[in-house]
């Protein structure tokens, strides 16, 4: 089995609970309403369920600023609901992976709540505590000890009144940085993992986890001209014990049991050469990393808030380096969306005129890489970025921090911060589920935490289930190819084509087995010549987005038109 773990043949699915399905009519989804949905899940054919957290929690950050990990929060129910959800999951074949959330805990945490009692805490040394800069009294412009930002913009310090220390926070104020050089603090995080692990989950999506490991003198960092804060980045992502940490968790969580788990490490920054070694098999760190390089390609020079647009080229070159830098060891996750990322069709593709076949194209080049695919709730029915009309609308802790920080400090045309956001924020993945063409999408009875995307007559799960010719219907194709296609699970990857504009191509091989994956990502028709074409000409259609399967490789592709063949 180690050789050939299950998860190269499956598909994971993330759930947002929040945003999902709300059973007891508060207007915020539940542990109760994703059971009671589990048959549109089972119906997509995927493997695993990645639930978003549900700890309890004061909500700063949607549930990852966590006060307990070992109580549900009371807006998603309790734990006898979580068992039952694991129970009816488990009962359909499916899996459950939780998220895991601990570079940082909430400040209401007990732990923090020990720790900022004062400097002579059994758990002061838990985070990051630190003298004001030398000079300089608490508080005041220019004491924190050090310069790096937050990633939810200010500074990556908060001021303690009390003792007059500060504490880091690379997140918001209200999610403190664990200090992971403190073997208790990950002795108490392994104890909670092996918790969860007992009560029967099967494996963790892990937040952040390349961020565990900082240089401990928290040294400034470059102030790039005309920002506002030194990047921090250098001596906090792939810090100096990351991958013993890494390391350390897996012995002591995963090494001792027998199972099917699987672990996926969110690693924000990461190149090719350090997943290389967190998803070398033989390391014993992470099954696969979910990397950002692809999600980055439309970010400006001024970062995610200048958007600008990806060509195709630069698309398929990224993806391509991935699935060549993880071909003899390791593994990718394939994904373009999740509760972070604006909607891929609104993204990459086409929301209006060629939005079926848009995201059904974008679908099909990313399912068929060599990797495990992960489809972020209503990636598979096609739902597309928020009009979101003016900063009321938004409830993102980092969509409103970036809006005040940008008027107020830097004095940016508020008309131009919305435009950015509109394009780019989080917010735009958090809409709820749109289930039906009825009240608030179906999603609730009450009035929703965020607005429903007001294109839920056109597009939702009811209409597409009972249309084979839907998004979801697609989607369900692409699961099922996985499952019974080892040359998508299992076949080496080469890209074709690779100086053409618009069209992304790409073999699969295993033995004498091909498949062969083209689209065209842009709203015109292309042509192309293929090498080796006559070696396609009796090859087998298997699936097409545009009518009925072409009956042959002849050149030509439609306006979004994805096309896959295979051949022995
Ligand atoms: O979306 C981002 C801001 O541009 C990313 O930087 C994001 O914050 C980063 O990918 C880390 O994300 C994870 O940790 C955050 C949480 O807000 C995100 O929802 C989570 O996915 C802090 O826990």
Redo the contacts with the bound molecule.
Sequence with gaps: AEEDPWWRSAVVYQVYPQSFADADGDGIGDLRGISQHLDHLEELGVDVIWL?PIYASPGD??G??ISDYQQIDPIYGTLDDFDQLLADIHSRGMKLVMDL?V??TSDEHPWFVESASGPDSPKRDWYWWRAPREGFAGGEPGAEPNNWGS??SGSAWQYDQSSGEYFLHL?SRK?PDLNWENPEVRGAVYDMMNWWLDRGVDGFRM??VNLLSKVPSLPDGVVAPGALYGDGFPFYAQGPRIHEFLQEMHERVFGHREGAFLTVG?M?GVTVEDAQLFTDPSRREVDMVFQ?EHVGLDHGPGG?WDPRSASVRDLKESFARWQDGLAEAGWNSLYWN????PRVVSRFGDDGEHWRESATALATVLHLQRGTPYIYQGEEIGMTNMPFADITGFRD??SLNHYAEAVQLRGVAPDAVLAALRI?S?DNARTPFQWAAEPNAGFTTAEPWIPVNPNFDRINADAQRRDPKSVFAYYQALVALRHSERAISHGSFQLLLREHPTVFAYLRTLEARQVLVLANLVGTAATYELPEAEAWEDAEPVLGNIGANVPRVDGRLGPWEAQVFVRD
């Design positions: 978003s950050d949607n990852y600023d959330v570079n940082h990633f939810f997140f999610q937040d952040v969110e924000p950002f995610k999740n509760h972070d990322q802790i980092e780019m989080r």
